[in-house]
T-cell receptor, first 112, second 113 residues
Framework: NAGVTQTPKFQVLKTGQSMTLQCAQDMNHNSMYWYRQDPGMGLRLIYYSASEGTTDKGEVPNGYNVSRLNKREFSLRLESAAPSQTSVYFC???????????FGSGTRLTVV | KNQVEQSPQSLIILEGKNCTLQCNYTVSPFSNLRWYKQDTGRGPVSLTIMTFSENTKSNGRYTATLDADTKQSSLHITASQLSDSASYICVVSPRQAGTALIFGKGTTLSVSS
């Protein structure tokens, strides 16, 4: 089925460990996004990529890095995980700013 | 400050009943307003997208309305089903290019039999 695929679905890290969240879309969308969702808060943008080869910071980029590997893949890296990064992370893609977003099913990350 | 406020925070209704969820926003100018449905443990799924010039948009039993003058939107669900139990999120896209979408915190709807 077409859509956005995120891996892993669940992850537990110790403080200071690093990891990369993977995201791939097969809809030929130009734009891709990483969001985090915390209880009682709306989704917040971490980083986005308007097109292959470009990335920009969103609302909450500190502690994260991203790579737009090609048009399909957009990864999110935590270099030194902190408990404040415990959250559910969603990757999304769209054909452009005026189009709807397609979200992945999320990665539930716990940092202990 | 650009904000999107949704009400009520949560709602419980009986299967078959109708309900209306509210969204008030301060984003101006904006290019479009979206409603998403998020099932527990899943990513949000788009229900409707309305530009600032549209007043209403339907998707099956879901009907969204927009009043750009009062900066209010509503999502009306007709003949609710158990599968409608989810969080419904209002999202506003500022017109300024490169500005991130602004998400509301969502309304949690529970439909009981």
């Amino acid at each position: 089925n077409a859509g956005v695929t995120q891996t892993p679905k669940f992850q537990v890290l110790k403080t200071g460990q690093s990891m990369t969240l993977q995201c791939a879309q097969d809809m030929n969308h130009n734009s891709m996004y990483w969001y985090r969702q915390d209880p009682g808060m709306g989704l917040r943008l971490i980083y986005y990529s308007a097109s292959e080869g470009t990335t920009d910071k969103g609302e909450v980029p500190n502690g994260y890095n991203v790579s737009r590997l090609n048009k399909r893949e957009f990864s999110l890296r935590l270099e030194s995980a902190a408990p404040s990064q415990t959250s559910v992370y969603f990757c999304a893609s769209s054909a452009g700013e005026t189009y709807g977003y397609t979200f992945g099913s999320g990665t539930r990350l716990t940092v202990v | 400050k650009n904000q999107v406020e949704q009400s009520p925070q949560s709602l419980i209704i009986l299967e078959g009943k109708n309900c209306t969820l509210q969204c008030n926003y301060t984003v101006s100018p904006f290019s479009n307003l979206r409603w998403y449905k998020q099932d527990t443990g899943r990513g949000p799924v788009s229900l409707t997208i309305m530009t600032f010039s549209e007043n209403t948009k339907s998707n099956g039993r879901y009907t969204a309305t927009l009043d750009a003058d009062t900066k209010q939107s509503s999502l009306h669900i007709t003949a609710s089903q158990l599968s409608d139990s989810a969080s419904y999120i209002c999202v506003v896209s500022p017109r300024q290019a490169g500005t991130a979408l602004i998400f509301g915190k969502g309304t949690t709807l529970s439909v009981s039999s």
